[in-house]
């Protein structure tokens, strides 16, 4: 399937110079959903994962599918003060400033075998933050999963040494 096909790319979004890569055409698209997760799923199978970690918001939609399908829980990492429980933070720097993600204390058991999952993979500033996490609560990421990776920003270089896994890449 032709993924590129079904993501509606906006020009000159958020900012002038930025094409902007919207997958929320391709999760409306029944089949081009279905086959992304099909597709993930058998490319992220060997990983024997125990959890699927996905931060907010689109991750969660990818990775709550992503792990129905490998048959394993999800954990759903958060933006700040969205949290009930005990949490752990990671801060992570942005283009201008910085960010942060919480996930609870008790959502990664020490030993568990983690996927990391999300929609897009740019700079790695989040999904660094996210393994930060984990680590923290003594889980091993085994991979990360995206939909599409914008490789002209080398966000894998901020990536541990595990599979890394993209479905369709970008120029930008």
């Known amino acids: 399937m032709d993924l ?3 993501i509606r790319v ?3 979004f958020p900012k002038p110079g930025i094409s902007f890569k919207d997958i929320t055409t391709l999760f409306k698209n029944q089949e081009a959903f279905r086959w992304t ?3 993930l799923a058998e490319k992220c199978r060997h990983l024997n994962a125990d959890l699927v ?3 907010e918001a689109r991750g969660f939609a990818l990775g709550a599918a992503l792990a129905y399908e490998l048959g394993t829980g999800v954990v759903l990492i958060r933006k700040p003060g969205k949290l009930p429980g ?3 933070q990671s801060r992570y720097a942005l283009e201008y400033g910085e960010d942060a993600l919480e996930v609870h204390k008790d959502s990664i058991n020490e030993e568990q075998r983690v996927l990391l999952v999300d929609d897009l993979l740019a700079t790695g500033g989040t999904v660094a933050a996210a393994e930060n996490l984990v ?3 003594g889980g091993i990421v085994v991979g990360a999963a995206f939909i599409v990776e914008l490789t002209d920003l080398n966000g894998r270089d901020k990536l541990g040494s595990y599979d890394i896994i993209s479905l369709i890449k970008y120029d930008i």
Request: glycine content about 0%; overall charge positive.
């Open 4 to 6: 590129k096909s079904v």
């Open 10 to 12: 906006i020009p000159d």
């Open 37 to 39: 997760i099909k597709q």
């Open 53 to 55: 970690a996905c931060p």
């Open 86 to 88: 005990e949490v752990l």
């Open 135 to 137: 680590r923290q609560l």
